[in-house]
């Protein structure tokens, strides 16, 4: 067998780490595209829908809820811990439900893809968003399914909470969902304030 490598920083930290400096910089360059349009073509800045504002409360909550249950971790508290990160994936999922209506709303004020260079970064920018967080799902579940798997009784559910490699994919998890709900509040600012000002 081979024995568990000592590691300064582990490399799933590291990849995760270039992960994310790629999408900040994608998301970044992105945001100064729409500003060049808006500044320096003279393109009028297309209003967001309402439901981006309620759709950031439940996004920040899903942070929230990811926080809870790394303390409920840390806490061995297995049934409060279980039904936290179900929780994250329920708010995710209703998230993105709503993020399709909130496109709906902007087709309902004849903002469509095509209707200007201004609506078109709109769609790209929270579709890439929205596609983001999917793919951050099927880790989740992963998560999810290994968890119910490993806990089956008191015995195993003491493995588990001691388990370093659980405790790490747990805090990989909250990291990249931290994020991407940091990135969308920060979208959500920065339209608005290209839209007031």
């Not at 015995?155 to 709900?181: E, G, N, Q, S």
Request: aromatic content about 18%; cysteine-free; proline content about 4%.
């Amino acid at each position: 067998m081979v024995p568990n490598r000592k590691y300064l920083i582990h490399p799933q930290y590291i990849i995760l780490t270039l992960i994310i400096a790629g999408i900040s910089a994608l998301f970044l360059g992105f945001s100064m595209a729409y500003m060049y349009h808006r500044i320096e073509r003279g393109v009028p800045p297309v209003q967001i829908p309402t439901l981006f504002y309620f759709n950031s409360l439940l996004i920040l909550s899903t942070s929230l809820v990811m926080i809870y249950a790394q303390k409920m971790y840390a806490q061995d508290e297995t049934i409060r811990f279980r039904s936290s990160v179900w929780m994250v994936l329920a708010l995710t999922l209703v998230f993105l439900g709503m993020q399709v209506f909130a496109w709906e709303q902007l087709q309902q004020a004849n903002t469509f893809l095509t209707s200007s260079t201004m609506a078109s970064y709109i769609y790209l920018i929270s579709g890439l968003h929205f596609l983001h967080l999917v793919a951050g799902i099927p880790f989740l579940a992963f998560f999810l399914y290994n968890m119910h798997l490993r806990m089956r009784d008191p015995v195993t559910v003491l493995m588990y909470f001691a388990d370093p490699d659980r405790k790490r994919t747990l805090h990989l998890l909250a990291i990249y969902w931290h994020f991407l709900d940091g990135l969308w509040l920060y979208l959500v600012i920065f339209f608005l304030l290209n839209y007031l000002f």
